[in-house]
Structures are given as C-alpha cells and as structure tokens.
Nanobody, 125 residues
Framework: VQLQASGGGLVQAGGSLRLSCTASKLPFSTYAVGWFRQAPGKEREFIAGISRSGNTGYADSVKGRFTISRDNAQRTAYLQMNSLRADDTAVYFC????????????????????WGQGTLVTVSS
C-alpha cells in the first residue's frame, strides 16, 4: 500500500492550495481517507476525513475553510484549503484506513494503516 501526497508549497495568508493524495497497490474505494498535519513541536492532529461513500468531517480549526473530497476512479483524495492562515503552516499527511462502513471516517491516527510521506505547507503572514 502506497500513498503519495503532493501540492504543498508557500502561500500568502488568505490564499489557497489544493493537496492531492494518490494511492497505489490499494483498493482505494474500500478505504476511508484522512488528512492530518503536524506543526513543529506539536503532535500530529486530525483535520479532515472522508468515508468510502463521501461522508466528511473536519476539525473545528479548519471547518468552513478546508474541503476534503475523493475521486475513486482516479484513486485520489484531495484537500482544498482556502483562507489559509499562518497557523496552518505544517507538514500535511494523508492516510488510508480499510473500512467495512460506507459512512465512517476516522480521527485517530492509530486507526490508519497507510500513510503518505507528507507535504509541507507554509503560509506567510
């Protein structure tokens, strides 16, 4: 199982970025997907999750600004990030968890079996 995250970069506060997470060697449609981030000196935190059927959930810190989506035919999940702020600066990770449920996504990192390598997002103020 491999996940490849991409799309990070440097952006000014108020700007937007779209992260992608592409899966290989994985029956992608049977996995829930989550996005996490880790800022320097902080623990990895859940920010968004999407179930097999597209049910979504977000951390309060990104609700209304970030949107998670998936395209099973492309084996790819996305994280659209708008109205970025300096405190969004972090390494962003995608993760996948096999799920028997169509509606469940997961917020605990230990529930995920596959992780991407991380992509750095830097927001300048």
């Amino acid at each position: 199982v491999q996940l490849q995250a991409s799309g990070g970069g440097l952006v000014q506060a108020g700007g937007s970025l779209r992260l992608s997470c592409t899966a290989s060697k994985l029956p992608f449609s049977t996995y829930a997907v989550g996005w996490f981030r880790q800022a320097p000196g902080k623990e990895r935190e859940f920010i968004a999750g999407i179930s097999r059927s597209g049910n979504t959930g977000y951390a309060d810190s990104v609700k209304g600004r970030f949107t998670i989506s998936r395209d099973n035919a492309q084996r790819t999940a996305y994280l659209q990030m708008n109205s970025l702020r300096a405190d969004d600066t972090a390494v962003y990770f995608c993760a996948a968890a096999f799920s028997f449920s169509d509606i469940r996504y997961y917020i605990n990192p230990s529930q995920y079996s596959a992780w991407g390598q991380g992509t750095l997002v830097t927001v300048s103020s």
